[in-house]
């Protein structure tokens, strides 16, 4: 990434870390975030649910959580074809 973007590895860091800390603020407070070109970041609420132990066999319960995906754009999705 450092070498195509013409930057220091430490201005690459920066770089990258900015980045993160954008999608992560935008997750927490809007819940979405779109990069043309690259695609959509989401935030997706997952229901409290029964699970089963795997050793034992008993019923217990998962808790209610929030988890991040991702859908790709289209320029992404005919750049991997």
Same mark, same amino acid.
């Given at each position: 990434?450092? $070498?195509?973007?013409?930057? @220091? *590895? %430490? #201005? +690459? ?8 800390? +954008? !999608? @992560? =603020?935008? /997750?927490?407070? =809007?819940?979405? /975030? ?5 695609? !959509?970041? &989401?935030? $997706? #609420?997952?229901? #409290?649910? +029964? =699970?089963?132990?795997?050793? +034992?066999? #008993?019923? /217990?319960? !998962? %808790? %209610? &959580? *929030?988890?991040?995906?991702? *859908?790709?754009? *289209? ?7």
């Amino acid at each position: 990434m450092a $070498s195509r973007a013409n930057l @220091t *590895k %430490a #201005e +690459t860091e920066k770089a990258l870390g900015a980045l993160v800390q +954008t !999608i @992560t =603020g935008a /997750l927490q407070a =809007g819940g979405r /975030l779109a990069l043309p070109g690259l695609g !959509i970041f &989401s935030v $997706s #609420e997952r229901p #409290e649910r +029964t =699970g089963r132990n795997p050793q +034992t066999g #008993e019923p /217990l319960k !998962i %808790a %209610a &959580s *929030k988890a991040v995906k991702f *859908k790709p754009g *289209k320029a992404m999705k005919e750049a991997v074809r």
